[in-house]
């Protein structure tokens, strides 16, 4: 494939701006990371529960349901995810310890 390269030791990593690949962002918020992200891949996008003043695609998922969480980890697998980061902020969700 174009968008990759080939390394001496049969692994494939994927080029800056490939179309395909992306990182995902959990828990992101406005989404800047992601938008930085973009830049160099630009189908990234970033996850959150509540989607309120983002700069870039996020997809709203709940990742206390089992199916949501299903769902990013097949992302994940996919074999076109580049990158993963995570900012967790437990006040958001009172099930894991606080008022939020």
């Known amino acids: ?36 992200m973009k830049h160099y891949f630009p189908d990234s996008f970033g996850v959150d529960h509540k989607v309120n003043k983002q700069r870039v695609k996020i997809v709203c998922l709940d990742l206390i349901r089992e199916d949501h969480q299903t769902l990013v980890e097949q992302w994940l697998l996919s074999g076109h995810a580049f990158g993963c980061t995570l900012e967790f902020h437990a006040e958001r969700h009172p099930e894991r310890g606080s008022e939020g």
């Open 1 to 36: 494939m174009e968008s990759e390269q080939i390394n001496k030791d049969d692994s494939v990593r994927p080029q800056f701006g490939a179309n395909g690949f992306f990182c995902v962002e959990l828990f992101c918020g406005t989404g800047n990371l992601t938008y930085a």
